[in-house]
């Protein structure tokens, strides 16, 4: 039990900490931040994978499954945000864009 009250507890922190060095981001360096960390949301899917498959219990499990969805979530997001970006330095009709 002091192990799930210590997981609980540094969620949150890390959860408050997130949205105040978030919210102190510029709102133009939100996208270029974003694509530069797709590699570390992959870290962290292969990590939520790690969880799900070594979970002993179904709460374990449980938390695992909905870390690798999250993850997943966060990871997909990042290339379709660094794509729409990408586009926007396109010419319109130039040769070799992507349909």
């Given at each position: 039990?002091?192990?799930l009250v210590i997981g609980a507890y540094v969620f949150v922190l890390a959860v408050f900490i997130?949205?105040?060095l978030i919210g102190k981001v510029p709102q133009m360096l939100h996208t270029p931040l974003m694509s530069g960390t797709?590699?570390?949301?992959?870290?962290?899917?292969?990590?939520?994978i790690l969880v799900a498959g070594t979970a002993?219990?179904?709460?374990?499990g449980a938390i695992g499954m909905i870390g690798v969805v999250l993850a997943?979530?966060?990871?997909?997001?990042?290339?379709?945000?660094?794509?729409?970006?990408?586009?926007?330095?396109?010419?319109?009709?130039a040769t070799?864009?992507?349909q």
């Open positions: 039990m002091t192990t997130g949205i105040d797709n590699a570390i949301h992959g870290i962290v899917l292969v990590g939520a002993t219990d179904r709460l374990g997943t979530m966060n990871v997909v997001g990042g290339f379709v945000v660094t794509d729409r970006m990408l586009e926007m330095f396109h010419a319109p009709g070799g864009r992507r």
